[in-house]
């Protein structure tokens, strides 16, 4: 609001002040009724803002700073009448030349006013929005739930990203180390089997404390054997076999053990 807005709001506000003739005076008191008003749907709204909503936020700020603004500017004027009043009616006959300046200005706040009550308007118009289509945030559970629904379906993929989601958004939750086994062993079943040793490297040396670090350490070995490293894949189902014996990751260490060994057996030749 500039210099000559107000020093128009304080004429108009005298003039309220020197008595009945002037019919400015009705405009005033609707003027102050409705940045009251205002300033309390500014308040009522602010309260139901959702904090983490920083466009929202930033448009309530402004709002609030601009009808802060016009109350205090209204104050002044307030202030300025008051003092007037007590020295008089010595300047009433200079009010007779300002009516039709106020009046301007009267219609200049009425346009500031009409553009806070459609900020106003627009604001609860988006609340509304976001109340009605907001949908809540994924849970932990609702992510795993997801994601290993596609696993045991075989969609790979979907289980894949659904797992990598999970584990960014809940790095620390107890399924963690089974999140980085199963995303191993969906690569391992689209045989992307560089993708799965890395998978399973990482529950081992993230988790070295979880019970998956015998199956991981399996599934590593078997992957290692898909692409042809058949020493590593050896020592390292040599490796489940010593260190889990008894184990169903054991025994299918042994197992792969002897088809490997096999293999590398140099055949007799036939008489």
């Known amino acids: 609001m500039n210099t000559r807005l107000k020093l128009s709001l304080a004429v108009l506000l005298i003039a309220s002040a020197a008595g009945p003739a002037y019919p400015q005076n009705r405009d005033i008191m609707r003027l102050n009724a409705d940045v009251l008003d205002l300033r309390e749907r500014v308040n009522q709204l602010q309260m139901t803002v959702d904090r ?11 709002m609030a700073d601009q009808m802060n603004t016009i109350t205090a500017n209204m104050q002044k004027v307030s202030q300025a009448v008051d ?20 009046a301007d200005s009267v219609k200049e706040v009425e346009g500031d006013l009409s553009s806070v009550r459609s900020q106003i308007n627009s604001l609860s118009s988006a609340l509304t929005s976001l109340k009605t289509t907001a949908e809540p945030l994924a849970g932990p559970d609702d992510l795993w739930r997801t994601a290993n629904l596609d696993y045991n379906v075989g969609n790979w993929d979907l289980a894949i990203g659904g797992l990598q989601e999970f584990l960014s958004k809940y790095p620390m939750d107890a399924r963690a180390a ?35 670090t015998k199956t991981a350490l399996l599934k590593k070995g078997l992957a290692l054997a898909e692409t042809n490293q058949q020493q590593q894949a050896i020592s390292i189902l040599s490796e489940v076999a010593k260190k889990f014996p ?22 007799t030749p036939a008489k």
């Not at 009010?95 to 300046?101: D, H």
């Not at 799965?196 to 019970?211: G, R």
């Open 52 to 62: 983490d909503n920083g466009l929202l936020k930033n448009m309530m700020e402004k």
């Open 246 to 267: 008894g184990t169903i990751e054991a025994g299918n260490a042994q197992a792969k053990l002897k088809e490997l060994q096999a293999a590398q057996r140099p055949r």
């Open 178 to 212: 089974e999140a980085q086994l199963r995303i191993g062993d969906a690569n391992f079943s689209l045989k992307k089997y560089d993708q799965a040793i890395t998978q399973y490297d990482i529950v081992l040396q993230k988790y070295p404390e979880s019970d998956k």
């Open 83 to 102: 003092n007037i009043r007590n020295q008089g009616d010595t300047i009433s006959r200079d009010l007779k030349a300002s009516i039709k300046t106020v």
